[in-house]
């Protein structure tokens, strides 16, 4: 396995679900992204790690909780999300905050 | 603070033809340009940055884009459009300031829809 590697591809859940999103990179980086994609909206950056240590918090609500055990895999964890969270989770990978990041195929979230 | 704006939400030209996506920036400080690529039902892939050195950038598929420091610009181009190159194409902008923190992050445009027509 090449690349960022996302599960699961597709997940539905309901508001009082817990579920959990994974990202695996096989890239050697040390840093690592979420990001949420909403449909008519650009782009949202949530969360970076950089050397396992959370260097960026944009403002994203606390139903969502990253995880970094280590430089190789970023978990997203949820818990009572809203239908407005549906949205393609993103997760990519650098070689360090600066450099190229490269993309995941992303995780289609529905919340009913 | 930096900021992206993609003009034209959709855009659709002819196989064969010119392919322009318009790409202008904010930033108060030398930008770091990328364009990126997406498929249905896929991640983002990296076309193509400007880093600072040529102007001019080639990047896959045939694609290139030129930074234009007085414009504020960034437009993506390619001579000829090819079926395959039908994709949303979504322009970003770092403010490459360092290490850590918010330093690097990316912003990103809203994102160009290109459709080709046979």
């Known amino acids: 396995e090449t690349g960022v590697t996302q599960t699961p591809r597709h997940l539905v859940m309901g508001m009082t679900n817990k579920k959990s999103l994974k990202c695996e990179q096989h890239?050697?980086?040390?840093?690592m992204y979420w990001y949420k994609q909403s449909a008519k909206k650009p782009l949202e950056l949530m969360f970076v790690?950089?050397?396992?240590?959370?260097?960026e918090n944009n403002s994203v609500p606390s139903r969502f909780s990253p995880e970094c055990p280590n430089s190789s895999h970023l978990f997203l964890h949820l818990h009572t999300l809203q239908p407005e969270d549906s949205a393609l989770y993103l997760c990519?990978?650098?070689?360090?905050?600066?450099?190229?990041?490269?993309f995941g195929p992303g995780t289609r979230l529905t919340v009913l | 603070a930096q900021s992206v704006t993609q003009l034209g939400s959709h855009v659709s030209v002819s196989e064969g033809a010119l392919v322009l996506l318009r790409c202008n920036y904010s930033?108060?400080?030398?930008?770091?340009l990328f364009w990126y690529v997406q498929y249905p039902n896929q991640g983002l892939q990296l076309l193509l940055k400007?880093?600072?050195?040529?102007?001019l950038v080639k990047g896959i598929n045939g694609f290139e884009a030129e930074f234009k420091k007085s414009e504020t610009s960034f437009h993506l181009t390619k001579p000829s459009a090819h079926m395959s190159d039908a994709a949303e194409y979504f322009c970003?902008?770092?403010?490459?300031?360092?290490?850590?923190?918010?330093?690097?992050?990316?912003?990103f445009g809203k994102g160009t829809k290109l459709s080709v027509k046979p």
């Open positions: 400007y880093t600072s050195a040529a102007t």
């Open positions: 930033s108060s400080v030398p930008p770091y």
């Open positions: 990519a990978s650098s070689q360090d905050s600066r450099d190229t990041q490269y």
């Open positions: 790690y950089n050397f396992k240590e959370q260097t």
């Open positions: 970003a902008v770092s403010d490459r300031r360092g290490y850590g923190g918010s330093q690097g992050n990316l912003i």
């Open positions: 890239l050697g980086h040390n840093a």
